[in-house]
């Protein structure tokens, strides 16, 4: 009988296998690895926030 994978996500194997090379790579978890990358890519596209999330009080904010 074959073990269950089960998952929050929608993700293909390979897909996993990337995130958990990722994460080993870093020293993370799945979890925060993906908060990580997303915290990155949602700074680069709006270096200044947004209506509802704000820089942090002291962060250069560099605008484009």
């Given at each position: 009988?074959?073990?269950?994978?089960?998952?929050?996500?929608?993700a293909?194997?390979?897909?996993?296998?990337?995130?958990?090379?990722v994460?080993?790579?870093?020293?993370?978890?799945?979890?925060?690895?993906?908060?990580s990358?997303?915290?990155?890519?949602?700074?680069?596209?709006?270096?200044?926030?947004?209506?509802?999330?704000?820089?942090?009080?002291?962060?250069?904010?560099?605008?484009?």
């Open positions: 009988m074959q073990n269950k994978k089960v998952r929050t996500f929608s293909t194997d390979r897909d996993v296998a990337m995130l958990e090379a994460a080993r790579y870093h020293g993370l978890n799945k979890s925060a690895t993906l908060a990358l997303v915290r990155k890519e949602f700074w680069r596209i709006f270096p200044a926030g947004t209506d509802k999330i704000k820089p942090d009080r002291g962060a250069k904010v560099e605008e484009k």
